[in-house]
């Protein structure tokens, strides 16, 4: 027993006491925090603030309201009145303008209008565009009701037990899920690469051949795959902290974070569920250390392992949109894609309580399969170089020759 | 003349035997045409479509609606609203009722103060605030026409004009910004250049990195002079990159000249027979120089991993373009799109993406293709003057410094 401990300590710090994975822990918060960065600027890069120009032939816009300000990351985008078409396409082919619309003067009984550009405008740039129409439109109304159809609404939306609610403005606590699920599958992600790596590092170099002269193989794995389980739950310890505290010092200065809850329901999930997808990928891991000769070799194999697992990261819009559809149902039962796939569900739909239970479930038994096929591979192919070993003989009954 | 041949022969058909090549040739093609044989099946088949909407879409629901009004703002609906879409409920314990009873999908509840604060609270079986948003679509425009007292033309208004007619004074057809291709096609040759670039350079690292740490290298030298190893390899290596190339953008361009029928897709978005040699151009240049700096590496490192390590400083103008992609594919003939296709280490992925967007006038491919063959020669001169013997023999380890000093013949 405590050669197992011995093990795992090794294992344990050889990786964690070293630059590289303090490198690595921080700069997941770092690049979170990009990410976002990223996005403002983009939705800010998506306005063009080149002026809008119209030519208003049913004097709607001449009751002189404005729109109000567009939200920030959206910038302003002037609007400019021309007298004639002439004025304003003259202004257009000189680039002062990015386009023009044409207000006809039956516009409030038919609705049409018509909008002349070279390049089309973005999107925001009509938007704000359409408010000022709105805001001049509403003139006539009582300015309660005015108010209110241009502000707009705010749904909030609540589950039917009442256990979970969200505003639609609170973008950032739809986006929860998602970057919790991302960031346990990184962890996964990389903490079974220290495995591989490992393994196959210490057949390589033939450690291993010195250390099964005193540990059995049964320690050596189990103790190898929980130091690796130990790794990976140290960097979900580390982000979740620097995640909480981002939250909690954050609520009082940014207005997007002020809705975010800790979804601690989501939290006890994504922990039910990793554990179980842990170990399984961990023992798969060591299982293809194994059973592969050289590092490079060990990469390709195992690269065909972590591929299911980020499928539900590529179909996010996909389990976002429909949650209960049957192909995203599956995904959320089948071991290898259920973590991510259960987590990003349980954000955006009331998962059935027996589906939750059958994906653990089901992952569980993989992960005891996975870590039978661990110990065999283990045990036959850790003294074996030059050859790779075949996965018949894996199979193959105890004791037989294959 | 003869052992650079033998040698290129030997990398040929190490690799052209190993069936994890084949896989990664032909496997993305292969993807690329079923899932083009599958959407193109269900543009023209309904029950192949049926089959699809029913295996990706949620499943079937109740379509009513029911609504908790204390405030009596609803009072007509709309002409042509199905009959059982709203229902009224006089409070929330009798909507909650209907729903746990499962004669409606969810609830809307209007607050009294509704007009002062905007706030709706919509409770749903089916806790989803992204369909939510979408759903309750019908249900704000209901209560913006009773707002406006039912006048359903001034209703419509406040989203916007009901038509717009859109008038291009631009002198050539161009893409429309809300075709998903105007993005993904330059986004897809982005990644088609970067991955078969990428791949094929760290094919020559790995191969000489390889011989070097098994010592094979060392046999090597004794009949063969490193540059004839490092024309041989990179020859074969780059022949065997070439023919990636050649599957992965003519399949692209066939299923492309395919798409033009099955999915009525307008000209614009097919690629000119002159982007065919370009890309040729840009991949044989863009491989000398990135393979060679490879081929460094490998030269210096005393392992694979090591030189792994190592190759992030080699790659990192190769990745640049596909950090600014957006900007690339949004404005690919603003200042920053141009200088980035010219600068030559950057050239071969983001000229590419430009010349898929369109409208790049001749002369930039041209200078860019002149300055990257510059450049090509010079970094190819620089690391065969690193593939020494007694750099190819040496353990000493690496870092990036040293890499960048034996380049520029100083180690």
């Known amino acids: 027993m405590t050669k197992f401990w011995q093990v795992l300590r090794h294992e344990y710090t050889r990786h964690v006491f070293q630059r590289r994975f303090l490198f690595a822990l921080l700069s997941v918060p770092f690049l979170i925090l990009v990410m976002i960065g990223m996005i403002f600027l983009m939705v800010g890069m998506e306005t063009d603030t080149t002026p809008m120009g119209y030519v208003d032939y049913s004097g709607i816009l001449s009751h002189g309201r404005t729109a109000p300000p567009p939200e920030p990351p959206e910038r302003p985008v002037p609007m400019q009145a021309f007298e004639s078409e002439q004025a304003a396409e003259t202004a257009l082919q000189a680039g002062e303008i990015q386009a023009y619309y044409i207000i006809p003067e039956d516009y409030t009984t038919s609705g049409k209008a018509e909008l002349v550009y070279i390049k089309e405008p973005r999107y925001a740039a009509r938007g704000q565009f359409y408010d000022l129409l709105l805001a001049n439109l509403m003139a006539d109304q009582p300015p309660e009701i005015a108010n209110r159809i241009i502000e707009g609404n705010e749904i909030i939306v609540r589950a039917a037990d009442a256990s979970q609610e969200v505003s639609e403005n609170d973008f950032f606590a739809v986006l929860m899920p998602i970057f919790t699920g991302i960031i346990f599958i990184v962890a996964i992600a990389t903490t079974s690469g220290y495995l591989l790596q490992a393994v196959v590092e210490e057949k390589e170099n033939r450690t291993m051949e010195i250390m099964v002269t005193s540990v059995s193989p049964t320690q050596l794995m189990a103790g190898k795959i929980l130091g690796d389980i130990a790794i990976g739950l140290t960097q979900l310890v580390v982000w979740s902290i620097f995640i909480a505290l981002g939250i909690l010092i954050g609520r009082d200065h940014l207005e997007f974070l002020q809705g975010v809850q800790i979804p601690i329901g989501q939290l006890a999930l994504a922990a039910g569920l990793m554990i179980p997808a842990f170990i399984m990928n961990a023992a798969f891991m060591a299982a293809v250390g194994a059973t592969v000769t050289e590092a490079r070799e060990g990469q390709q194999v195992s690269g065909l392992f972590m591929l299911p697992i980020w499928i539900p990261y590529m179909l996010i819009a996909l389990i976002m949109e429909s949650p209960n559809s049957p192909i995203v149902v599956a995904m959320s039962l089948f071991p290898l894609t259920a973590p991510l796939t259960m987590i990003l569900r349980a954000g955006f739909t009331t998962v059935p309580a027996w589906q939750i239970i059958a994906s653990i479930g089901l992952l569980s038994l993989t992960a005891l399969g996975a870590l039978w096929l661990a110990g065999r591979a283990f045990r036959l192919g850790m003294l074996r170089y030059g050859q790779r070993l075949r996965w018949k003989e894996v199979f193959a009954r105890e004791g037989a020759k294959a | 003349m003869n052992k650079i041949w033998i040698v290129l022969k030997h990398e040929l058909i190490t690799l052209l035997s190993r069936p994890s090549y084949w896989f990664a040739i032909l496997g993305i093609p292969l993807l690329a045409t079923v899932a083009y044989a599958i959407a193109a099946r269900a543009n023209t088949d309904s029950s192949t479509q049926e089959v699809i909407t029913q295996l990706i879409g949620s499943p079937r629901q109740i379509t009513s609606q029911g609504y908790v009004d204390p405030g009596g703002l609803i009072r007509l609906l709309p002409e042509g609203t199905p009959p059982d879409l709203l229902i009224a409920y006089p409070d929330e314990n009798a909507a909650a009722q209907a729903l746990a009873d499962g004669k409606i999908a969810g609830y809307y509840l209007l607050p009294v103060d509704y007009v002062q604060t905007g706030e709706i609270i919509y409770t749903s079986a089916d806790y989803n605030p992204i369909a939510a948003q979408g759903n309750s679509a019908q249900f704000e425009w209901i209560l913006q026409y009773n707002l406006l007292e039912g006048d359903a033309l001034l209703a419509s208004l406040a989203y916007g004009p009901v038509e717009v007619k859109q008038v291009s004074l631009a002198p050539e057809p161009q893409r429309e910004e809300d075709n998903p291709l105007t993005y993904f096609l330059p986004y897809g040759v982005t990644m088609i250049f970067y991955i078969v670039i990428l791949s094929a350079a760290s094919l020559l690292l790995s191969s000489v990195s390889k011989e070097k740490e098994n010592r094979i290298l060392e046999i090597l030298m ?68 990135y393979a060679s700096l490879m081929a460094g590496l490998g030269a210096l490192a005393p392992n694979l991993r090591e030189a792994s390590q190592v190759t992030i400083v080699v790659i990192m103008p190769l990745i640049v373009p596909m950090f600014l992609i957006n900007m690339l594919i949004e404005a690919p003939n603003g200042i920053g799109s141009t200088i980035l296709s010219l600068f030559p280490l950057t050239a071969p992925v983001a000229m590419m993406t430009r010349l898929a967007a369109g409208g790049v006038p001749l002369w930039q491919p041209v200078l860019a293709a002149v300055l990257l063959a510059i450049t090509a020669l010079l970094v190819v001169r620089a690391v065969a003057g690193m593939f020494r013997a007694q750099t190819l023999l040496s353990g000493q380890p690496l870092n990036a410094r040293i890499f960048f000093k034996a380049l520029l013949g100083k180690a």
Do not use: C, E, H, M
């Open chain 2, 222 to 289: 004794v009949s063969v002079t490193p540059r004839q190893l490092l024309a041989g390899k990179i020859i074969g290596l780059g022949i065997v990159g070439l023919l990636q190339v050649g599957f992965w953008v003519g399949t692209g361009r066939i299923l492309l000249a395919a798409g033009k029928i099955t999915f009525n897709l307008p000209d614009v978005f097919q690629l000119p027979p002159s982007f065919l040699v370009w890309s040729l151009v840009f991949f044989l240049l863009g491989y000398a120089v």
